[in-house]
Nanobody, 125 residues
């Protein structure tokens, strides 16, 4: 069972930056290391469905971004692979949402099993 705890949310003006952090802990599957887990960031804006924001694949060899954040957001991991970051630059009001960290033992987190509680990002114009 994994636990994911997000931090770093807050309120900023448009054009500002925030860095989200997700700390993973708990027991990985037998024979697995953190390197075997994909991790990602998802968000849910008021009145909208949850969407994928950025994913880093198991092994950390590939990253994926939703089109609306490309060039502004960067996903990264610690060397130990159990801490996930999301650097968000040039924030826009439409980035306002609750941001969730997710993880799973598959390659690309298409349907992650483990979720954090979320951290709120508010961007004002």
């Amino acid at each position: 069972q994994l636990q994911l705890v997000e931090s770093g949310g807050g309120s900023v003006q448009a054009g500002g930056s925030l860095r989200l952090t997700c700390q993973a802990s708990g027991s990985t599957y037998s024979g697995y290391t953190w390197n075997n887990y994909c991790m990602g960031w998802f968000r849910q804006a008021p009145g909208k469905e949850r969407e994928e924001v950025a994913i880093i694949t198991a092994g950390g060899d590939r990253t994926f971004y939703t089109d609306s954040v490309k060039g502004r957001f960067t996903i990264s991991q610690s060397d130990a692979k159990n801490t996930l970051y999301l650097q968000m630059n040039n924030l826009k009001p439409e980035d306002t949402a609750i941001y969730y960290c997710a993880a799973d033992s598959d390659y690309d987190c298409s349907r992650p099993k483990y979720w954090g509680q979320g951290t709120t990002v508010t961007v004002s114009s």
